[in-house]
Structures are given as C-alpha cells and as structure tokens.
C-alpha cells in the first residue's frame, strides 16, 4: 500500500505523533523494540524491510529522541538502539493498536497476547483518567480548542531547538 | 512523506489494526469522525485531500466494517458516514496518538485538549487493566505466544467471509 500524507501543517496532536512514527515501518520497528530487538539485523529478519529504509527509519526516531543508538562493542565497532523515555511512552499506543487487532481483526485467536501478572487475567485494557482513576466514557469528556497552538511542523521545529539547547 | 508496507503477511495484532487503519489520511479521517464529521465535504475541507483519496478511504472502511454509509436525504441523494461500534472501538488508539502528541511533540501548549468532566481535569490517560482495574505497568506483563496464529491477510480474509455469512 503506498501512503502519501503531509502532516507538518495541521494542528493537531494526532498529526504530531503521526509525523514522528505514523510511518508503518516506523510503528513495526517500535513494536519490535518493546519486546526487546535492539540490533539492526534483528530488525531487518524480524520486518524483511530493506536495510535502507530501516537505517533511514531508526535515524529519523533517534533523532526525535524516541530512541538513542549505543555503541556496545569497540572491536569491531557495533551499535544497538534503544528506547527513551520519550519512546517507551509509546507503550499505550502500541498496546491499543495491538487490542483492537486482537478483537476486530483476529477475534479470540491472535498471535500473542499479555497476561497480566498480577492478577492472572489476559490484559484487556481499558483507559482511565490518571487524575481521578475513573474509566474514561466517551460522554465525559468536553474538547477545548486553544486557538493559539502551531502547527506540527513549527511545533516540532522549536522541540528541536529546546533539545539542541538542553 | 511516502509510505509502502506490507503487513498482510505479519501475524501480529499491531499490523492488524494497520492493515486496516494505518493509513495516515485513515487515523486523521477517523479522527475527524470522533469529532463529529460525517460528510464527504467536511472531511475534504478540514484535510485538504484530494476527493479520489478520500473517496476510497472512506470506501475502504466501510467495507471492513469501522464505518457505516447511510443516505440522509433522498432527493437529492446524499450519504454520510458513521462510526460503527467497531469503529468506536478505535478510540483508545486515537486518544493514546493524541496524549502523546500533545505532550512530547507540543509540550503544554497543544491546538486540543480534553477536559474530564466528572473530575474537571484537563484528561491524562492511563491504561489499567479491566479486569483488576491496576494501572498497566511494563513489568507486570507477560507476553504469552500463539503458535497457531494466521497472518493478517488470512484473519481479514476469514473475517470477510465471517461478515458476509452474517
């Protein structure tokens, strides 16, 4: 499927997150980091994507900050990638993608699923407003539009300039 | 930026969900639906797309069943297009892409945020699981494999036939 979008021009949070990861590889490449593919040849068995396109794409999330390239050998050289903070903050996104797979798409037999330890049940998740703990229900929630924001290139444009100065 | 993957042959639940809405004017049409889109010239005026895209991405999710068309008005002969419960189930994903956004591409100054009523906090989800109600954290989960899974192609296929039988 070929894609083609601009999103550097709306304002819109959506659009931001989508201009830094919406790349389908790039959402492949995060999933894989979660369960623990750090090394480029791990990415490219696991994906079967050409070595350009995943040297290009993990590039283009280290220098978002969403993940940082190590040196773990000196002789010979070699390098692994790793998520930030910022990256692991990622971890909701993957795992409300990979429910609804799992519910719409796959029905009750998917390929993996999370068994939440502590309580022995396989993970549903659910999403809850972290001030109050209660479920968040589509009816409570109101949109308040700030009409003073940028866009998503402008934002992203002075995120680099606080990081560079930082 | 331009975008081809191919997620049919994967079997994971991730490039389910991508294979079915990863398109990037997919995530931004659903997210305008949330907002209460409905009609074809809302979506083209607030995305700027050309109306042959748009037309078959609409088309393309209504045929997978994330959106039904319905006719409005009969004379002339107009349609507009709703979320169904399988679409609405699409939420999470939108609201985990917006969080993320907001506060790792825009910091604390984003074009929207949602106000929770019940509580009057500006919205900061969080994931727990439905069944205990804990907050999800990464250490508490275990992946448990399938080993009997299909491909995404193979399930959607399945599925196909599964709706079609009604």
Redesign the interface.
């Known amino acids: ?7 550097s021009k ?11 990861v ?4 790039t ?2 490449i995060l ?1 894989d980091a979660f ?1 623990g593919v750090r090394r480029f040849d791990q990415w490219q068995e696991s994906l079967g994507v050409a070595r350009n396109v995943l040297a290009a794409r993990l590039k283009t999330l280290v220098a978002h900050g969403v993940m940082e390239k190590r040196r773990y050998s000196e002789h010979p050289p070699r390098f692994e990638y790793r998520l930030t903070d ?1 990256g ?20 009750e ?11 022995g ?12 703990g ?1 479920p ?1 229900a ?1 009816r ?7 009409p ?3 866009t ?1 290139g402008e ?2 444009a002075d ?1 680099e300039l606080l990081e560079a100065e930082g």
């Open positions: 499927m070929g894609r083609t979008a601009d999103y709306e304002r819109c949070s959506v659009a931001a997150t989508l201009e830094v919406g790349d389908p590889w959402l492949l999933r369960r910022k692991k903050d990622l971890r909701p996104v993957l795992i409300t993608l990979s429910d609804w797979g799992d519910r719409h798409v796959y029905g037999n998917g390929p993996l699923h999370f068994l939440h330890e502590p309580c049940h396989k993970l549903r998740p659910g999403l809850v407003c972290m001030d109050c209660e968040v589509p409570d929630l109101r949109m308040v539009h700030n003073d924001s940028q998503v934002a992203l995120r």
